[in-house]
T-cell receptor, first 114, second 111 residues
Framework: EAEVAQSPRYKITEKSQAVAFWCDPI?????LYWYRQILGQGPELLVQ????????DSQLPKDRFSAERLKGVDSTLKIQPAELGDSAMYLC????????????FGQGTRLTVV | EDKVVQSPLSLVVHEGDTVTLNCSYE??????LLWYKQEKKAPTFLFML??SGIEKKSGRLSSILDKKELSSILNITATQTGDSAIYLC???????????WGAGTKLIIKP
């Protein structure tokens, strides 16, 4: 069964260091999402791609976060420098289209900043 | 401001009980409502409800959309310990390009 792949599964980093996450969506899914989820809360959208284009990054802290999907397939999310408050689960999801269709989530990357 | 509110925030029941989880929303130009189950890691899709599909059922789980009351319920009958999870509700609306997520209901099923 096709699934969204994410790596690494866990990451511990010191504050002020750089960290990167990778996501490979389900083949054929044009829409890719990066979410951040803090324990006890729903996912918060950081950035949404349609193919290689960013369609929504209004909640991405652009002073330290960046995301790219250069060939419209896999994507990376980078944080530099990491701060203690960035500790969270980072979820990647993909869907066939951007509206009225379910998104499929990867297993996530649990980031701990120390 | 668009918002999605889930209740209760947490619920503890015994195996075999029936539970009802609620999701209410305030959005402009509703399109669809989605239910997800989140165990230890990623949310997994359960149902999508739209104006043309207001009731869905899969095994012991069922969901109904009430567009008049701007809400949805998720029912789980004959609960099992494997149903223990966080149940998330999200709404797709024209007023917002992204899904609007609720905070989730944490369901614990005791044996």
């Amino acid at each position: 069964e096709a699934e969204v792949a994410q790596s690494p599964r866990y990451k511990i980093t010191e504050k002020s260091q750089a960290v990167a996450f990778w996501c490979d969506p389900i083949s054929g899914h044009a829409t890719l999402y990066w979410y951040r989820q803090i324990l006890g809360q729903g996912p918060e959208l950081l950035v949404q791609f349609q193919d290689e284009s960013v369609v929504d990054d209004s909640q991405l802290p652009k002073d330290r976060f960046s995301a790219e999907r250069l060939k419209g397939v896999d994507s990376t999310l980078k944080i530099q420098p990491a701060e203690l408050g960035d500790s969270a689960m980072y979820l990647c999801a993909s869907s066939l289209a951007s509206r009225n269709t379910e998104a499929f989530f990867g297993q996530g990357t649990r980031l701990t900043v120390v | 401001e668009d918002k999605v509110v889930q209740s209760p925030l947490s619920l503890v029941v015994h195996e075999g009980d029936t539970v009802t989880l609620n999701c209410s929303y305030e959005v402009t130009n509703f399109r669809s409502l989605l239910w997800y189950k989140q165990e230890k890691k990623a949310p997994t899709f359960l149902f999508m409800l739209t104006s043309s599909g207001i009731e869905k059922k899969s095994g012991r789980l069922s969901s109904i959309l009430d567009k008049k009351e701007l809400s949805s319920i998720l029912n789980i009958t004959a609960t099992q310990t494997g149903d223990s999870a966080i149940y998330l509700c999200a709404v797709d609306a024209d007023s917002n390009y992204q899904l609007i997520w609720g905070a989730g209901t944490k369901l614990i099923i005791k044996p």
